[in-house]
Protein backbone atom coordinates (compact mmCIF):
# COMPACT_ATOMS: atom_id res chain seq x y z
CA UNK A 1 0.00 0.00 0.00
CA UNK A 2 2.56 2.53 1.14
CA UNK A 3 4.96 2.01 -2.44
CA UNK A 4 1.17 1.99 -4.40
CA UNK A 5 0.30 5.15 -2.89
CA UNK A 6 4.01 6.63 -3.66
CA UNK A 7 3.66 5.85 -7.24
CA UNK A 8 -0.21 6.91 -7.29
CA UNK A 9 0.85 10.28 -6.20
CA UNK A 10 3.92 11.01 -7.92
CA UNK A 11 2.38 12.43 -11.30
CA UNK A 12 0.01 14.51 -9.44
CA UNK A 13 3.29 16.35 -7.38
CA UNK A 14 4.74 16.76 -10.87
CA UNK A 15 1.71 18.49 -12.39
CA UNK A 16 1.29 21.13 -9.71
CA UNK A 17 4.80 21.76 -10.37
CA UNK A 18 4.50 22.63 -13.56
CA UNK A 19 1.21 24.44 -12.76
CA UNK A 20 3.32 26.87 -9.94
CA UNK A 21 6.31 27.10 -12.27
CA UNK A 22 3.94 28.38 -15.29
CA UNK A 23 2.54 30.69 -12.50
CA UNK A 24 5.72 32.40 -11.34
CA UNK A 25 7.02 32.95 -15.30
CA UNK A 26 3.75 34.78 -15.72
CA UNK A 27 3.97 36.43 -12.81
CA UNK A 28 7.46 37.11 -13.11
CA UNK A 29 6.98 37.75 -16.71
CA UNK A 30 4.12 40.74 -16.02
CA UNK A 31 6.39 42.08 -12.77
CA UNK A 32 9.19 42.84 -15.82
CA UNK A 33 6.65 44.60 -18.01
CA UNK A 34 7.99 47.98 -18.67
CA UNK A 35 5.72 51.11 -17.57
CA UNK A 36 4.59 53.39 -20.28
CA UNK A 37 7.02 56.24 -20.25
CA UNK A 38 6.15 59.39 -19.74
CA UNK A 39 7.84 63.14 -20.42
CA UNK A 40 7.70 66.43 -18.20
CA UNK A 41 6.25 69.05 -20.15
CA UNK A 42 7.28 72.94 -18.52
CA UNK A 43 5.83 75.97 -19.56
CA UNK A 44 7.83 79.31 -20.14
CA UNK A 45 7.26 82.92 -21.65
CA UNK A 46 9.01 85.24 -23.68
CA UNK A 47 10.00 87.43 -22.47
CA UNK A 48 9.01 86.17 -18.69
CA UNK A 49 7.44 89.81 -18.02
CA UNK A 50 5.60 89.24 -21.26
CA UNK A 51 3.12 86.90 -19.25
CA UNK A 52 2.26 83.91 -18.06
CA UNK A 53 2.19 80.19 -20.05
CA UNK A 54 -0.37 78.13 -18.35
CA UNK A 55 -0.41 74.19 -18.59
CA UNK A 56 -4.75 73.92 -18.17
CA UNK A 57 -4.60 70.14 -18.06
CA UNK A 58 -2.12 70.11 -15.33
CA UNK A 59 -0.93 66.37 -15.15
CA UNK A 60 2.73 66.30 -16.44
CA UNK A 61 4.41 64.21 -16.73
CA UNK A 62 2.30 63.17 -20.08
CA UNK A 63 3.00 59.75 -22.18
CA UNK A 64 4.00 61.05 -25.81
CA UNK A 65 0.80 61.77 -28.14
CA UNK A 66 -1.23 63.17 -25.22
CA UNK A 67 -3.11 65.94 -26.04
CA UNK A 68 -2.85 68.99 -23.63
CA UNK A 69 -4.68 72.18 -23.00
CA UNK A 70 -2.51 75.30 -22.73
CA UNK A 71 -2.90 79.15 -22.60
CA UNK A 72 -1.40 82.25 -22.30
CA UNK A 73 -2.26 85.18 -20.57
CA UNK A 74 -0.51 88.42 -21.39
CA UNK A 75 0.58 90.76 -19.01
CA UNK A 76 -0.71 94.52 -19.08
CA UNK A 77 0.92 96.17 -22.07
CA UNK A 78 1.73 93.07 -23.75
CA UNK A 79 0.33 91.18 -26.40
CA UNK A 80 0.45 87.62 -27.33
CA UNK A 81 1.87 86.77 -30.94
CA UNK A 82 2.73 82.69 -30.68
CA UNK A 83 3.49 79.46 -29.31
CA UNK A 84 7.15 77.39 -30.02
CA UNK A 85 8.54 74.59 -28.35
CA UNK A 86 11.82 72.38 -29.73
CA UNK A 87 9.10 69.49 -30.94
CA UNK A 88 5.43 68.45 -30.77
CA UNK A 89 2.64 70.39 -32.12
CA UNK A 90 0.68 72.57 -31.55
CA UNK A 91 -3.51 72.98 -32.65
CA UNK A 92 -3.28 76.58 -33.56
CA UNK A 93 0.23 78.08 -32.73
CA UNK A 94 -1.46 81.74 -33.19
CA UNK A 95 -4.26 80.88 -30.51
CA UNK A 96 -3.65 82.29 -27.10
CA UNK A 97 -5.38 78.97 -25.47
CA UNK A 98 -5.17 75.79 -27.88
CA UNK A 99 -3.74 72.39 -27.59
CA UNK A 100 0.12 70.77 -27.64
CA UNK A 101 0.73 67.52 -28.84
CA UNK A 102 3.16 65.86 -26.33
CA UNK A 103 6.32 64.46 -28.41
CA UNK A 104 8.54 61.38 -27.26
CA UNK A 105 10.76 63.74 -24.45
CA UNK A 106 10.83 66.26 -22.27
CA UNK A 107 9.90 69.44 -24.09
CA UNK A 108 9.21 73.17 -22.92
CA UNK A 109 6.31 75.07 -24.31
CA UNK A 110 7.13 78.71 -24.89
CA UNK A 111 4.61 81.72 -24.86
CA UNK A 112 5.71 84.98 -26.90
CA UNK A 113 4.65 87.79 -26.24
CA UNK A 114 4.71 90.98 -27.96
CA UNK A 115 5.09 94.73 -26.32
CA UNK A 116 2.20 96.64 -27.02
CA UNK A 117 -1.49 97.04 -26.74
CA UNK A 118 -3.66 95.55 -29.44
CA UNK A 119 -5.40 97.56 -32.04
CA UNK A 120 -8.03 95.80 -33.76
CA UNK A 121 -11.17 98.68 -34.74
CA UNK A 122 -10.85 102.05 -35.08
CA UNK A 123 -11.57 103.00 -32.37
CA UNK A 124 -8.34 101.63 -30.67
CA UNK A 125 -6.91 103.24 -32.93
CA UNK A 126 -8.29 106.17 -31.96
CA UNK A 127 -7.61 105.84 -28.50
CA UNK A 128 -3.77 106.11 -29.36
CA UNK A 129 -3.90 109.68 -28.78
CA UNK A 130 -4.74 109.44 -25.64
CA UNK A 131 -0.98 108.00 -24.77
CA UNK A 132 0.84 108.81 -27.85
CA UNK A 133 4.27 107.31 -25.70
CA UNK A 134 2.69 104.09 -25.81
CA UNK A 135 3.60 100.80 -28.02
CA UNK A 136 0.73 99.71 -30.36
CA UNK A 137 0.31 96.56 -32.40
CA UNK A 138 -2.28 95.87 -35.50
CA UNK A 139 -3.77 92.82 -35.06
CA UNK A 140 -6.34 92.63 -38.26
CA UNK A 141 -6.45 94.69 -41.49
CA UNK A 142 -8.99 98.06 -40.97
CA UNK A 143 -11.55 99.21 -43.02
CA UNK A 144 -15.01 100.42 -43.46
CA UNK A 145 -16.59 97.74 -42.96
CA UNK A 146 -14.90 97.62 -38.80
CA UNK A 147 -16.04 98.85 -35.89
CA UNK A 148 -15.86 103.01 -35.46
CA UNK A 149 -14.99 103.61 -38.92
CA UNK A 150 -18.42 105.90 -39.72
CA UNK A 151 -17.72 107.37 -36.36
CA UNK A 152 -14.31 108.36 -36.20
CA UNK A 153 -12.36 107.53 -39.70
CA UNK A 154 -15.08 107.71 -42.76
CA UNK A 155 -16.71 111.04 -44.90
CA UNK A 156 -19.37 111.80 -41.56
CA UNK A 157 -17.25 111.56 -38.83
CA UNK A 158 -16.12 114.60 -37.45
CA UNK A 159 -18.53 116.94 -39.15
CA UNK A 160 -17.00 116.09 -42.57
CA UNK A 161 -13.43 116.30 -41.74
CA UNK A 162 -13.26 112.87 -41.02
CA UNK A 163 -10.46 111.62 -39.43
CA UNK A 164 -8.39 114.02 -36.63
CA UNK A 165 -4.75 113.19 -36.91
CA UNK A 166 -3.22 112.18 -34.24
CA UNK A 167 -0.34 115.18 -33.95
CA UNK A 168 -0.04 118.19 -35.62
CA UNK A 169 2.36 120.59 -36.67
CA UNK A 170 2.32 124.77 -36.26
CA UNK A 171 4.75 127.10 -37.71
CA UNK A 172 7.22 128.23 -35.71
CA UNK A 173 7.22 132.40 -37.09
CA UNK A 174 10.25 133.15 -34.86
CA UNK A 175 12.50 130.51 -36.61
CA UNK A 176 11.11 129.80 -39.91
CA UNK A 177 10.11 126.36 -38.79
CA UNK A 178 7.38 123.92 -38.32
CA UNK A 179 7.33 122.47 -34.87
CA UNK A 180 5.42 118.93 -33.55
CA UNK A 181 2.27 119.89 -31.98
CA UNK A 182 1.44 116.22 -29.69
CA UNK A 183 3.56 114.32 -31.54
CA UNK A 184 2.92 110.32 -31.39
CA UNK A 185 6.39 109.53 -29.58
CA UNK A 186 5.90 105.48 -29.06
CA UNK A 187 5.89 102.46 -31.75
CA UNK A 188 3.26 101.33 -34.21
CA UNK A 189 3.84 97.66 -35.43
CA UNK A 190 1.25 97.10 -38.40
CA UNK A 191 2.53 93.39 -38.84
CA UNK A 192 2.10 93.48 -42.42
CA UNK A 193 -1.62 94.74 -41.60
CA UNK A 194 -3.41 97.63 -44.10
CA UNK A 195 -5.41 100.12 -42.93
CA UNK A 196 -8.04 101.25 -45.44
CA UNK A 197 -10.48 103.68 -46.64
CA UNK A 198 -8.86 106.56 -44.13
CA UNK A 199 -10.70 109.49 -45.17
CA UNK A 200 -9.25 112.83 -43.96
CA UNK A 201 -10.52 116.36 -45.45
CA UNK A 202 -8.81 118.99 -43.75
CA UNK A 203 -7.16 121.68 -46.04
CA UNK A 204 -6.83 124.65 -43.49
CA UNK A 205 -5.17 122.43 -41.48
CA UNK A 206 -1.09 121.46 -40.72
CA UNK A 207 0.38 118.26 -40.43
CA UNK A 208 -2.02 115.74 -41.79
CA UNK A 209 -2.22 112.10 -41.57
CA UNK A 210 -2.84 109.13 -40.21
CA UNK A 211 -0.44 110.43 -37.79
CA UNK A 212 -0.24 114.46 -38.04
CA UNK A 213 3.10 114.31 -36.34
CA UNK A 214 5.91 112.24 -35.02
CA UNK A 215 8.92 112.82 -32.99
CA UNK A 216 11.07 109.46 -31.68
CA UNK A 217 8.54 107.30 -32.98
CA UNK A 218 9.00 104.16 -35.04
CA UNK A 219 5.96 103.10 -37.49
CA UNK A 220 6.62 100.01 -39.34
CA UNK A 221 5.05 97.19 -41.36
CA UNK A 222 1.55 98.87 -42.19
CA UNK A 223 0.01 99.66 -45.49
CA UNK A 224 -2.67 102.64 -45.81
CA UNK A 225 -4.75 101.62 -49.10
CA UNK A 226 -7.10 103.68 -50.78
CA UNK A 227 -6.78 106.63 -48.61
CA UNK A 228 -8.23 110.07 -49.51
CA UNK A 229 -6.23 112.60 -47.56
CA UNK A 230 -6.40 116.63 -47.90
CA UNK A 231 -4.58 119.32 -45.68
CA UNK A 232 -3.25 122.47 -45.78
CA UNK A 233 0.59 122.27 -45.29
CA UNK A 234 2.61 119.37 -44.38
CA UNK A 235 0.89 116.06 -45.32
CA UNK A 236 0.95 112.43 -45.90
CA UNK A 237 -1.04 109.60 -46.40
CA UNK A 238 0.41 107.95 -42.50
CA UNK A 239 2.14 111.07 -41.33
CA UNK A 240 2.11 114.36 -41.89
CA UNK A 241 5.56 115.64 -40.47
CA UNK A 242 8.65 113.30 -39.32
CA UNK A 243 11.16 114.59 -36.92
CA UNK A 244 14.35 113.30 -36.04
CA UNK A 245 14.88 110.03 -34.72
CA UNK A 246 11.59 109.07 -36.13
CA UNK A 247 11.80 105.82 -38.21
CA UNK A 248 8.99 104.90 -40.95
CA UNK A 249 10.02 101.47 -42.62
CA UNK A 250 8.21 98.57 -44.07
CA UNK A 251 5.06 100.56 -45.17
CA UNK A 252 3.36 101.59 -48.10
CA UNK A 253 0.55 103.77 -49.61
CA UNK A 254 -2.52 103.57 -52.18
CA UNK A 255 -4.95 106.52 -52.80
CA UNK A 256 -5.03 110.50 -52.66
CA UNK A 257 -3.33 112.40 -50.82
CA UNK A 258 -3.21 116.93 -51.39
CA UNK A 259 -2.12 119.42 -49.68
CA UNK A 260 -3.79 122.76 -50.73
CA UNK A 261 -0.34 124.53 -49.93
CA UNK A 262 2.89 122.70 -49.35
CA UNK A 263 5.12 119.79 -48.18
CA UNK A 264 3.01 116.67 -49.42
CA UNK A 265 3.93 113.09 -50.37
CA UNK A 266 2.32 110.47 -50.76
CA UNK A 267 3.84 108.41 -47.69
CA UNK A 268 5.07 111.42 -45.53
CA UNK A 269 4.32 115.08 -45.98
CA UNK A 270 8.56 116.09 -44.37
CA UNK A 271 11.10 114.17 -43.25
CA UNK A 272 13.43 115.01 -40.68
CA UNK A 273 13.98 111.02 -39.53
CA UNK A 274 14.78 108.27 -41.93
CA UNK A 275 12.27 106.47 -43.72
CA UNK A 276 13.33 103.12 -44.97
CA UNK A 277 12.09 99.53 -47.59
CA UNK A 278 8.51 101.53 -48.14
CA UNK A 279 6.98 102.87 -51.13
CA UNK A 280 3.68 104.67 -52.58
CA UNK A 281 1.33 104.21 -55.64
CA UNK A 282 -0.90 107.22 -54.06
CA UNK A 283 -1.69 110.26 -56.36
CA UNK A 284 -0.44 113.23 -54.70
CA UNK A 285 -1.40 116.95 -55.59
CA UNK A 286 0.00 119.98 -53.87
CA UNK A 287 1.01 123.52 -54.81
CA UNK A 288 4.92 123.54 -54.01
CA UNK A 289 7.02 120.69 -52.32
CA UNK A 290 5.38 117.57 -53.85
CA UNK A 291 6.63 114.64 -54.19
CA UNK A 292 5.91 110.97 -55.06
CA UNK A 293 6.72 109.42 -51.51
CA UNK A 294 7.98 112.21 -49.53
CA UNK A 295 7.57 115.98 -49.73
CA UNK A 296 10.66 117.28 -48.43
CA UNK A 297 13.37 115.52 -47.00
CA UNK A 298 15.27 118.33 -44.73
CA UNK A 299 19.06 118.06 -43.21
CA UNK A 300 19.07 115.15 -40.91
CA UNK A 301 16.89 113.17 -43.18
CA UNK A 302 17.84 109.28 -44.98
CA UNK A 303 15.73 107.97 -47.48
CA UNK A 304 16.57 104.68 -48.57
CA UNK A 305 15.96 102.08 -50.71
CA UNK A 306 12.49 102.94 -51.14
CA UNK A 307 10.25 104.32 -54.04
CA UNK A 308 7.06 105.83 -55.61
CA UNK A 309 5.56 105.31 -58.73
CA UNK A 310 2.28 107.66 -58.32
CA UNK A 311 2.19 110.91 -60.72
CA UNK A 312 2.56 114.00 -59.23
CA UNK A 313 1.37 117.79 -59.79
CA UNK A 314 2.00 120.54 -58.22
CA UNK A 315 -0.11 123.72 -59.07
CA UNK A 316 3.01 125.87 -58.34
CA UNK A 317 6.45 124.52 -58.19
CA UNK A 318 8.96 122.03 -56.78
CA UNK A 319 7.71 118.87 -58.12
CA UNK A 320 9.51 115.67 -58.49
CA UNK A 321 8.88 111.61 -58.90
CA UNK A 322 10.06 110.79 -55.33
CA UNK A 323 10.74 114.23 -53.59
CA UNK A 324 9.75 117.96 -53.84
CA UNK A 325 13.32 118.76 -52.26
CA UNK A 326 16.30 117.33 -50.61
CA UNK A 327 18.44 118.52 -48.18
CA UNK A 328 19.39 115.55 -46.67
CA UNK A 329 20.59 111.82 -48.11
CA UNK A 330 18.33 109.99 -50.67
CA UNK A 331 19.95 106.29 -51.74
CA UNK A 332 19.05 103.43 -53.48
CA UNK A 333 15.82 104.78 -54.42
CA UNK A 334 13.76 105.46 -57.78
CA UNK A 335 10.36 106.76 -59.13
CA UNK A 336 8.38 106.43 -61.97
CA UNK A 337 4.85 108.66 -61.96
CA UNK A 338 4.64 111.11 -64.04
CA UNK A 339 5.19 114.75 -62.71
CA UNK A 340 4.08 117.99 -63.99
CA UNK A 341 4.40 121.28 -62.22
CA UNK A 342 3.26 125.05 -63.33
CA UNK A 343 6.60 126.60 -63.46
CA UNK A 344 9.75 124.90 -63.12
CA UNK A 345 11.25 123.60 -61.47
CA UNK A 346 10.65 120.64 -61.44
CA UNK A 347 12.44 116.88 -61.49
CA UNK A 348 12.24 113.34 -62.65
CA UNK A 349 13.46 112.14 -59.03
CA UNK A 350 13.77 115.56 -57.12
CA UNK A 351 12.78 119.06 -58.04
CA UNK A 352 16.01 120.86 -56.08
CA UNK A 353 18.76 118.87 -54.21
CA UNK A 354 21.31 120.58 -51.51
CA UNK A 355 21.82 117.35 -50.02
CA UNK A 356 22.89 113.87 -51.37
CA UNK A 357 21.81 111.18 -53.94
CA UNK A 358 23.11 108.16 -54.16
CA UNK A 359 22.43 105.62 -56.96
CA UNK A 360 19.21 106.41 -57.66
CA UNK A 361 17.23 106.48 -60.39
CA UNK A 362 14.35 108.02 -62.41
CA UNK A 363 12.24 106.64 -65.56
CA UNK A 364 12.64 109.47 -68.37
CA UNK A 365 9.23 108.09 -70.26
CA UNK A 366 7.13 107.68 -67.36
CA UNK A 367 7.82 110.54 -65.77
CA UNK A 368 7.94 112.92 -68.86
CA UNK A 369 11.11 114.61 -67.11
CA UNK A 370 14.00 114.40 -69.00
CA UNK A 371 15.86 115.75 -66.03
CA UNK A 372 16.59 115.60 -61.88
CA UNK A 373 18.16 117.76 -59.28
CA UNK A 374 19.97 114.24 -58.30
CA UNK A 375 19.52 111.12 -59.55
CA UNK A 376 19.86 109.09 -63.09
CA UNK A 377 18.21 109.38 -65.57
CA UNK A 378 16.87 106.08 -67.34
CA UNK A 379 14.72 104.20 -70.07
CA UNK A 380 11.61 101.81 -68.62
CA UNK A 381 13.62 99.48 -70.63
CA UNK A 382 17.29 100.19 -68.46
CA UNK A 383 14.47 101.18 -65.28
CA UNK A 384 13.09 96.63 -65.71
CA UNK A 385 16.89 95.43 -66.48
CA UNK A 386 18.91 94.17 -63.40
CA UNK A 387 22.00 95.49 -64.59
CA UNK A 388 20.97 98.79 -63.73
CA UNK A 389 20.63 98.30 -59.95
CA UNK A 390 23.16 95.37 -59.30
CA UNK A 391 25.81 97.93 -61.07
CA UNK A 392 24.70 100.29 -58.82
CA UNK A 393 25.43 98.30 -55.84
CA UNK A 394 22.14 97.49 -54.79
CA UNK A 395 21.07 94.59 -52.97
CA UNK A 396 18.89 92.77 -55.74
CA UNK A 397 17.89 89.70 -57.24
CA UNK A 398 16.14 88.23 -60.51
CA UNK A 399 12.93 86.34 -59.41
CA UNK A 400 10.92 84.17 -61.90
CA UNK A 401 8.27 86.18 -61.79
CA UNK A 402 6.28 88.62 -59.89
CA UNK A 403 4.81 86.69 -56.77
CA UNK A 404 8.09 84.87 -55.92
CA UNK A 405 10.32 86.25 -53.51
CA UNK A 406 14.01 86.24 -52.21
CA UNK A 407 13.75 87.74 -48.94
CA UNK A 408 17.86 86.87 -49.02
CA UNK A 409 18.15 90.16 -51.27
CA UNK A 410 16.47 93.97 -50.32
CA UNK A 411 15.33 93.85 -53.86
CA UNK A 412 13.59 91.42 -56.16
CA UNK A 413 12.79 91.93 -59.86
CA UNK A 414 11.81 90.07 -63.06
CA UNK A 415 14.25 90.55 -65.17
CA UNK A 416 12.99 92.93 -68.31
CA UNK A 417 9.94 92.28 -67.29
CA UNK A 418 9.27 94.42 -64.01
CA UNK A 419 10.48 97.76 -62.00
CA UNK A 420 12.02 96.91 -58.60
CA UNK A 421 10.20 96.05 -55.60
CA UNK A 422 10.95 95.69 -52.19
CA UNK A 423 11.11 91.16 -51.23
CA UNK A 424 9.01 92.38 -47.89
CA UNK A 425 6.50 93.76 -50.10
CA UNK A 426 3.46 91.97 -50.47
CA UNK A 427 2.48 90.47 -54.26
CA UNK A 428 -0.31 92.51 -55.46
Known amino acids: MKTKLCSWGAPYVKRAAI ?35 ID ?11 NVTIRAQAAEGYMFAYWSAPAGTFADANAAETTFTMPAQNVTVTANFILGTPIQTWYDLDAIRQNPDGHYVLVNDLDETTSGYAEVAGPAASDGKGWQPIGSVAANLSGGTWEPVNPFTGTFDGQGYEIRDLYINRPTEDGVGLFGSIDGAVIEHVGLVSVNVTGRHVVGALVGGQWTNSEVRKCYSSGTVTAMVWQVGGLVG ?57 YGTIRNCYST ?47 KAISTFSGAGWSIVAVANPGTRNPSYTWNIVNGVTYPFLSWQPAS
Open 56 to 66: VTNASPYAAGT
Open 337 to 383: GFVVASMPPTGGLSAVNYGTVENSFWDTETSGQASSAGGTGKSTAEM
Open 270 to 326: STDGTISASYSSATVLGGLVTGGLVGGIWVDATVENSYATGNVTAGLYYAGGLTGGN
Open 19 to 53: FLTAVALVLGTASCAPATTKYHLTMAANPVEGGTA
